[in-house]
């Protein structure tokens, strides 16, 4: 599976993403498998940023030290990978952090969309850097669609109106 295959919706865990789920099946052989958790640790880092990975999670996983590393950037930004079994969950947000992951992770033009569009190549071979370089890259983009969904009433899905405009051209063209 690769990044642009992701489930549509939360499974019934509570489960966003897992990094098992990008590294079976046609993983790049030239790639770590480490590299199938990557778009995943850098939306962590994020929610990290901007307090929405939930405290008192992170305290009952026992992974303060790593979130507090991962703010001073002392550590790579994927440094939760291993304790957290690879996984983004619902459990480990908070409910603002849940309700944007659940309106912004969808595949089909969501997070997965934004990382394709700010890593091309990289991002379909599994070949994004796990260092901060790459989440400057990415985090802005992750705000930026966070203000979106803030001003549009915090909808349950994003507002993508570039999607919506292409579907109109696309249905207008068969009436021509």
């Not at 307090?51 to 790579?76: H, K, N, P, Y």
């Not at 990978?81 to 947000?93: E, I, V």
């Not at 990415?138 to 109106?161: N, Q, S, T, Y």
Request: hydrophobic share 35%.
């Amino acid at each position: 599976m690769n990044p642009t295959e992701t489930p549509a919706e939360e499974s019934p865990t509570g489960e966003y993403d897992v990094w098992s789920w990008h590294t079976e099946g046609q993983f790049p052989t030239d790639q770590p498998p480490e590299h199938g958790y990557v778009h995943i640790g850098m939306y962590l880092v994020w929610l990290i940023d901007v307090g929405m990975l939930d405290s008192d999670w992170a305290t009952r996983a026992g992974v303060g030290a790593v979130v507090e590393r991962i703010r001073q950037r002392s550590v790579d930004p994927c440094a939760l990978r291993d304790k957290t079994d690879g996984r983004l969950s619902a459990d480990m947000l908070t409910d603002e952090g849940d309700a944007f992951t659940a309106a912004y992770y969808a595949p089909e033009y969501g997070y997965t969309s934004d990382w394709n569009r700010a890593f091309g190549r990289l991002a379909s071979r599994y070949a994004v850097p796990d260092d901060w370089a790459s989440y400057d890259r990415i985090g802005p983009v992750i705000e930026h669609r966070f203000d979106e969904w803030v001003k549009a009433g915090r909808p349950d899905l994003m507002p993508m109106p570039r999607l919506l405009g292409a579907l109109l051209r696309l249905a207008t063209r068969g009436r021509r």
